[in-house]
């Protein structure tokens, strides 16, 4: 199964040392006053990244947690499921009766992390996207791609998604339409990838942090977010309950607005003049 497929529960990333910095502190005090609102309130790891992603990196809101755990102040509580998957609940220390609230959070993350609709995500992600540059003139040339230009990747058993050409200029592509980031290993594989196949990086991701963006940018690459993860049309009952009951940023559009695709034409043109 591709890594983007797998995301949907809580993947476990890449997390930076814990270093009880500013920004430790700062999501820190904005989690407690999360909670000192309504006691009663439940989150789950990845919820909780979400929440912060504007002003923190996700490493940084799990560490929080973990050290509001250690503090006393939260409490946590992790369900294991049949598949192998799990996802870590934290409920304020004075909530005695988490349960009903976890089980009813706990029919839509199931539901939401039934293969078969992950593997939809992932496909009507690249559909959109495909189908979007190609409207801007970028050529889509090969799918899942270890050769190209008469150059082979052998150092792994990686490839990357699709190669798109435009002006005689070859991206390497890929698309990542899941809540959490990228791995970090994964991305530096890919960009050694792209540099061997002589291909521009293009990274499409619903969310990555600034140092993860600074990798691809210094590799002569574009990073294109899109903020919301992509759902199929079909899943439209259910995007609107993951929206409503766990404030997740989910949508199934019909198309890429233009302005998250014209962001990457103008750069392409100035790269090109």
Not at 16 to 24: M, P
Not at 160 to 181: Q, R, S, T
Not at 188 to 208: A, N, Q, T, V
């Amino acid at each position: 199964m591709e890594d983007y497929y797998n995301d949907f529960v809580e993947a476990q990333e890449d997390y930076e040392a814990y270093r009880r910095d500013s920004y430790f502190l700062e999501v820190q005090h904005e989690i407690r006053k999360l909670y000192e609102r309504d006691k009663k309130s439940v989150y789950y790891v990845r919820q909780m990244q979400i929440k912060f992603e504007e002003e923190y990196f996700h490493w940084i809101t799990y560490n929080a947690l973990n050290g509001l755990r250690s503090m006393g102040y939260l409490k946590d509580e992790r369900i294991v499921r049949e598949t192998g998957t799990s996802t870590r609940y934290f409920i304020h220390k004075s909530n005695r009766y988490p349960k009903r609230r976890i089980r009813e959070m706990e029919k839509i993350i199931e539901a939401y992390s039934d293969d078969t609709i992950t593997r939809s995500c992932g496909h009507r992600a690249e559909d959109l996207f495909c189908n979007g540059l190609a409207l801007k003139g970028f050529v889509p040339k090969a799918k899942k791609v270890s050769s190209y230009g008469g150059v082979t990747w052998d150092k792994s058993g990686h490839n990357l998604d699709f190669v798109f050409e435009k002006n005689g200029v070859a991206y390497g592509c890929e698309i990542k339409n899941m809540l959490g980031y990228i791995q970090k290993e994964e991305l530096e594989i890919k960009l050694e990838m792209c540099e061997h196949l002589r291909l521009k990086p293009l990274f499409i991701m619903r969310g990555s942090p600034k140092t993860y963006n600074n990798m691809i940018i210094n590799k002569g690459g574009f990073v294109m977010i899109f903020v919301s993860q992509i759902y199929e049309l079909s899943q439209k009952k259910l995007v609107d309950c993951i929206k409503k009951d766990l404030g997740l940023p989910v949508d199934c559009p019909t198309a890429i607005p233009d302005g998250i695709l014209e962001r990457f034409v103008s750069w392409h043109e100035r790269q090109n003049m």
